[in-house]
């Protein structure tokens, strides 16, 4: 008997949240590689706020996921089986994998990874998009420097945690917005906030007026809605916002634009967006930086991972969306040892 | 008998578009300018959106108009009687006068005007704030260069007018969106916009992607809302949106949040807002390139002038929010010849 490849694939295009039924679980044979390509044995996959947008009807950056289609998703593992030069059976790989145990690749947008330098998990995060997004976002397209007021909205999320850790190594004053005491207590206990809002139970707008009464230089947003219309109200003159992404924004059905945007005017202030494959000539860089972070202790990169295979990937997603997560949310597909 | 001095005064801070009610005719002898100070008499009055803001219940940049108080306005006039060493009887000065036909100043934000250069009024237009904020909102802010495709809202007002035109000298291809067939064929065939779109007639989204298909570099916006979110979904990649006002907003009641405004993500764009006076130091550089232009023929300066002096002022504010004006629009206040 063959081995098998589980597979996950878009059985239907949701109009709001998506559901369980939206998706179909499928079993192949283990694909073998042709000519220059390789079979990657998956062993986590990254579940991401942007995974919403990937299966929209209208597409955002790209195609959308056809129906019938497996999953796209960003996903680490090990090369199994190879008949391509530059990859060799054994080397640990990210790329975009799709919700699936096995794919089969040709090396394009594959990087390789030192499993030794941090655990496989943290390339998902702190060292892989998550943390990439926070560092050229925050410093590249926000110009966050120390003495500053920094604010993260999804700040317990894989981007934020991250966006507001380095904001603090860089000498800033750092505000999270979280949901729920627990996220809120993790982000100032464990990762070094100066205080933390919790929006489900305080008046958003209010506690910014207090905790920064002098003005919000920086506000990396992940989330868009009316946490993006309460901080606007408290820019400081020339403040920077940061359009990392709109997670509230993602259901189409609920889309909400900032109407007080006309604070840019009177602060004299930007709100910028960008796309982190754009630096992609940078990564070594940040990697090092961020990996040298990681080492000193100074940066914390916490993974959820969801075990259960690739069966539980549409509750992953929802638990995502429910923002129930605590740092970067990972599924767990294969065991490799 | 002593001469009056005629004043419109807000009588009641409006909730939407402010009323003939709201405002109250006032008649005082005119002033004597104490030690340091001098009286203007006021020729022109500058009728600007910026208006609805200052009589707001919650200040924008500065306090309200109070009830009671004369109304806030930029205004151009002669010096009539002076007891200030730096302003002689006969001068020419533009300054924040008021809707009333004599104001008394110590000189501060005084500054004198050359009245051979360009007649009194376009020193409410082309050479005065408004040319100013289309000068530095444009080139500063947008950083429009030569061969991109430029985009103005309310592209028949003062400000408006003035941007497209700078965008043409500057080599930029130009769409103007304006309310009126009137308007539009004014903008191309006096102003020398490329092409304009009629947003009371037609569908800007739709037309601004068969006039810009490969999208829009700039956006130089004076009116926010509906416009604005369309052209959100037709920005070029590294596109600028210029916040350099929002008439549309200026109803509090009637606020409308750019729900496009993930289009900045995903195009990789900035939104920006400014204020003009930032750039005070830099007024001369850009008064001399302005009125360079309006010597060579290559920049219309139009003012629309209501006469009536300051009784004319409730339905002159009026005709601005409806749209009625082609140019800048100004208060006739005082023949001073």
Redesign the interface.
């Known amino acids: 008997m063959s081995p098998l490849n589980h597979q996950i694939r878009l059985a239907a295009r949701p109009s709001g949240r998506a559901e369980a039924s939206d998706w179909e679980l499928t079993t192949e044979p283990v694909p073998s590689p042709g000519p220059g390509e390789f079979v990657v044995a998956v062993a986590y996959v990254s579940i991401d706020p942007a995974m919403r947008r990937w299966i929209a009807a209208s597409p955002?950056?790209s195609a959308p996921v056809a129906i019938g289609a497996v999953m796209e998703a960003g996903a680490v593992g090990r090369v199994a089986t190879s008949e391509h030069a530059g990859f060799a059976v054994g080397e640990y790989v990210y790329g975009g994998f799709g919700v699936q145990e096995f794919a089969r690749s040709d090396g394009t947008g594959v990087t390789k990874l030192d499993a030794s330098l941090a655990p496989l998990t943290a390339y998902l995060g702190a060292l892989g998009i998550p943390g990439l997004t926070a560092y050229f976002g925050l410093l590249d397209v926000g110009r966050a420097s120390a003495g500053e007021t920094v604010v993260v909205s999804a700040a317990a999320g894989g981007v934020g945690s991250v966006a507001g850790q380095i904001a603090g190594i860089k000498g800033c004053r750092v505000i999270g917005i979280a949901g729920g005491p627990e996220k809120c207590r993790w982000l100032v206990d464990e990762l070094g906030f100066d205080s933390a809002i919790d929006y489900k139970a305080q008046d958003v707008s209010r506690v910014l007026g207090e905790l920064a009464p002098d003005g919000v230089e920086v506000f990396f947003d992940n989330v868009?809605g009316e946490i993006l219309?309460a901080v606007l109200s408290h820019l400081a003159r020339g403040a920077r916002v940061v359009?990392?992404?709109?997670l509230s924004?993602y259901d189409e059905d609920q889309?909400?634009?900032?109407?007080?945007?006309?604070?840019?005017?009177?602060?004299?202030?930007?709100?910028?967006?960008?796309?982190t494959p754009?630096y992609a000539d940078r990564y070594p860089e940040a990697v090092a930086e961020l990996a040298g972070w990681l080492r000193e202790g100074r940066l914390v990169s916490r993974e959820q991972i969801i075990e259960g295979g690739v069966r539980a990937f549409p509750d992953a997603l929802r638990m995502l969306f429910a923002g129930e997560n605590l740092g970067k949310l990972i599924l767990a597909v294969s065991d490799l040892t």
Chains 1, 2 share one sequence.
Not at 243 to 246: A, L, M, P, V, Y
Not at 256 to 275: A, C, I, K
């Open positions: 955002f950056y868009g219309d359009i990392s992404g709109g924004q889309r909400w634009g900032p109407s007080n945007y006309l604070e840019l005017l009177r602060t004299r202030s930007s709100m910028t967006g960008f796309v754009d």
